[in-house]
């Protein structure tokens, strides 16, 4: 990681569920311009991960520090301010919503006002308004699905629909994406896409891939962090981490899907 600087980091966080140890001294880094991708078997606690770093969970002990502050008291509606946007394991489009309004929505809480304003036509929040369509636009066009700005998500493909959700994310400019199972429900060739997609946000924000499809991981990730009952037990760069006994031996038994 040496030459970029750390954006993203866990130190030593724990997470009880009563009896049961989801999460169990776990640290990892996400530099900024790097895809960093969290594996390992169900249940291994990579959700609970996600849910700690976006302020849904909080840890019993550790610390979760964003640009070099603790973040102790965040809750999921301060992302958008803190600079992180996620994408859901679903796709979480509101279906009466245009595909440009959808992506609208993703944008910072300053311009989403002047979004609403501007449904209810008030004349001062035109030009922010206008701007925010622009780069809503401008994000949709960069992952090649301007032409469905104005209809509606369920008339349009699974991956499509992906892509605007992705958009979505994209469009308040994050310094940390993160990407909850970005590939599921995605047929091999919009997989293929998605890492192209992926890879194509190199050197901007830290990116955090949740994925079940090994592929996908090995092909976009800088670095891999292998999580099993709640224990970081691997990480590496792709190639490092795929021949890892301990990471062969948490994966027995287990069906890795596009493994
Ligand atoms: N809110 C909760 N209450 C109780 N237990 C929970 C809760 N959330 C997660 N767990 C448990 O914590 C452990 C880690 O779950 P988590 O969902 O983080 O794993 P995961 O790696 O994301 O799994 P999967 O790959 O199946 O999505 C599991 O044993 C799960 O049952």
Redesign the pocket.
């Known amino acids: 990681m040496s030459g970029s600087s750390v954006n993203l980091e866990l130190r030593e966080v724990t ?1 009880r ?2 009896g ?4 169990d001294g776990v640290s990892l880094s996400a530099p900024q311009g790097r895809v960093t991708g969290v594996i ?12 700690v770093v976006c302020g849904f ?1 909080r840890p019993r002990s550790g610390e979760v520090r964003w640009r070099g502050r603790v973040l102790g008291r965040h809750r999921p509606h301060d992302l958008t301010r803190l600079g992180i946007a996620r994408t859901l ?1 679903g796709l979480g489009l509101f279906p009466g919503l245009t595909v440009l309004e959808n992506v609208m929505v993703g944008a910072d809480r300053q311009a989403r006002a002047g979004f609403w304003s501007g449904l209810l036509a008030l004349p001062r929040a035109d030009r922010d308004e206008a701007a925010l369509r622009e780069r809503a636009l401008a994000r949709l066009a960069e992952l090649g699905v301007a032409g469905e700005a104005a209809r509606l998500p369920g008339q349009l493909p699974y991956g499509v629909q992906k892509r605007v959700a992705l958009a979505r994310a994209l469009v308040a400019e994050p310094d940390l994406l993160l990407l909850d ?1 970005p590939a599921a429900g995605l047929s091999a060739a919009e997989m293929d896409e998605l890492a192209e997609l992926i890879r194509g946000l190199r050197g901007g924000p830290a990116v955090v891939l ?1 994925e ?1 499809h090994m592929d996908l991981v090995m092909n976009v990730c800088d670095q891999v962090v292998v ?1 099993d ?2 224990k970081v037990i691997a990480s590496g760069t792709p190639a490092e981490v795929r021949d890892d006994p301990a990471v062969l031996d948490a994966y027995l038994g287990e069906e890795v899907a596009g493994a």
């Not at 049961?20 to 999460?23: G, I, K, R, S």
């Not at 291994?44 to 849910?51: E, M, R, V």
Request: hydrophobic share 50%.
């Open positions: 997470v569920f009563a049961l140890v989801a999460l390992g078997p169900n249940g291994a606690g990579k959700t609970t991960l996600f849910n969970v394991q199972e949740v079940h999580l009952f709640g």
